[in-house]
């Protein structure tokens, strides 16, 4: 009897031992489905990298009915990733979200068109139909056409905005002269549907010198004021940037690794190596800091709306290098 209760009380402590050295959870809500856009972080969980920085990493899927504000707000997520005319937009309307990190350096952004539509360049978009996501995709967009001095209500002097879903057919179906695609993903759709490169033009916002920062990681601004919380954004950004860098350096393995956490079964080896190479290159040139020259620059292209604005106002507090300085060290 004794010995059954030496053995109890030992698997007790133990088990006392277990939950006080329990990894610490964190919730993390992508923009989009699974796919390699996100593959840092698929990686930095496969390799083990949260697991060394004594993490729990949730890692939740996003699509077209999520919006990851709309999550934070809510209390479902503790970290999110999004472009940050997003996250300002939504700032300015009361939720302050707080960039902690920018893993990508460059933005992936274009318009693409046909060719034979007679766009050349920016100046025959006027009197034409483009398409554009929304539900925060649509900032960059708006802006441009803002600098273009192009109204977005349709008429021979502005643009028809066509509400594009998330899929390439109103180009296929010449619907739009020009949709929205990025590098990585929607352009090769077009391709692979069997429209030659010759046969389009593309216009890519880094080009054209507007384009604005994109998928950067964010927090609620409270939260930041608990030191527990500080310290494990830290831990996580160390280990989500560890992820990063071994997908640039093995594109093809992180594509697996995607396609392995992929429970849609949607996406498919081909795509998802050819995406990688292409995130790679934003991703390319970051640390994960964000430089505050490229806020500026998406601020100044923000506040260029005219009448219409993404931002009424410089925003205060926006981000914050506290995390990356302490994790990069």
Known sequence: MKKLMISALALMAATAGGMAQAADSVKLQLKWVTQAQFAGYYVAAEKGFYTDEDLDVTIMPGGPDIAPPQVMAGGGADVMVDWLPSALAAREKGLPLVNIAQPFKSSGMMLTCLKESGVASPADFKGKTLGVWFGGNEYPFL?????????????????????????????????????????????????????KPEDLVTFKYEDEGVATLEDGLYVLEDNLKDPAFEDK??????????????????????????????????????????????????????????DPADYDRTVKILLAGGSDPVISKAPEGAYTLDITDKALK
């Open 143 to 195: 802006s441009w056409m803002a600098t273009l001095g192009l109204p977005t209500t349709g008429g021979a002097d502005g643009v028809e905005v066509l509400k594009q879903g998330f899929n390439v057919d109103p180009l296929l179906q010449k619907q739009a002269a020009c949709i929205s695609t990025m590098t990585y993903n929607e352009y090769w759709q077009v391709i692979d549907a069997g429209i």
């Open 233 to 290: 954004m830290v831990r996580f950004v160390r280990a989500s940037m560890k992820g990063w860098k071994y997908a640039e350096e093995n594109p093809d393995e992180a594509a697996m690794i995607v396609l392995d956490n992929d429970e849609t079964g949607a996406q498919t080896e081909e795509h998802q190596k050819r995406m990688m190479g292409e995130v790679a290159k934003l991703t390319a040139g970051s640390n994960g800091a964000l």
